[in-house]
């Protein structure tokens, strides 16, 4: 299995503009979640779904930030428009109902985006 | 509310140390409770996992004991090598929301 996948690796872009980073998760897969990771704040979850629907958005910082799960096989987390302070790793994770419920959650979590707002 | 306390970094160490990371918890109800690593420009991974009071979860010479009574999950390791250099997350779960709440993770860097 090839992972989590999370693109792009790296991203600068100016203040104003729309930013979207991309998710695949596990086959098989039915929990995704975004984390955003600073310094300041540590890792933060921001939305999680549920056989693609959102459960737990309260994380998400403001209505710049959305979020989507069209399918089992990908998520997308939208900034408009992006701010400085937007700068970050974000993280996108995943596991399943089984694990859930073996108490052993097992979040796989992909290699992170880092964005750049300049 | 839910949440988790760990110990500033950084930690540094020589080879061959003795390493404790403090973490301590507070919740509502019986959370999980875990430690993820996460190596430089990585995702993180699970390292170990407790699910109960008295538990205790090991791997990779690394382990932590489920005490309820402190509230804590302390991480230790007997003798700690350059590889493990990396920022250590303590976190906990509850089974009624299956989010995890992390720590604010400790970085740890072991000298030759």
């Known amino acids: 299995d090839a992972g989590v996948i999370q693109s792009p690796r790296h991203e600068v872009t100016e203040m104003g503009q729309e930013v979207t980073l991309r998710c695949k998760p596990i086959s098989g897969h039915d929990y995704l979640f975004w984390y955003r990771q600073t310094m300041m704040r540590g890792l933060e979850l921001l939305i999680y779904f549920n056989n693609n629907v959102p459960i737990d958005d309260s994380g998400m910082p403001e209505d710049r930030f959305s979020a989507k799960m069209p399918n089992a096989s990908f998520s997308t987390l939208k900034i408009q428009p992006s701010e400085p302070r937007d700068s970050a790793v974000y993280f996108c994770?995943?596991?399943?109902?089984?694990?859930?419920?073996?108490?052993?959650?097992?979040?796989?979590f992909g290699s992170g985006t880092r964005l750049t707002v300049v | 509310g839910n949440s988790v306390t760990q110990m500033e970094g950084p930690v540094t160490l020589s080879e061959e140390a003795f390493l404790t990371i403090n973490c301590t918890y507070t919740a509502t109800g019986y959370p999980s409770l875990f430690w993820y690593v996460q190596y430089p420009g990585e995702g993180l991974q699970l390292l170990l996992k407790a699910t109960k009071a008295d538990d205790k979860g090991s791997n990779k010479g690394f382990e932590a004991t489920y005490r309820k009574e402190t509230t804590s999950f302390h991480l230790e390791k007997g003798s700690v090598q350059v590889s493990d250099s990396a920022v250590y997350f303590c976190a906990l779960g509850l089974d009624s929301s299956y989010k995890l709440i992390f720590g604010s993770g400790t970085r740890l860097l072991v000298r030759p």
């Open positions: 994770a995943s596991s399943n109902t089984l694990l859930r419920r073996n108490s052993n959650y097992g979040y796989t």
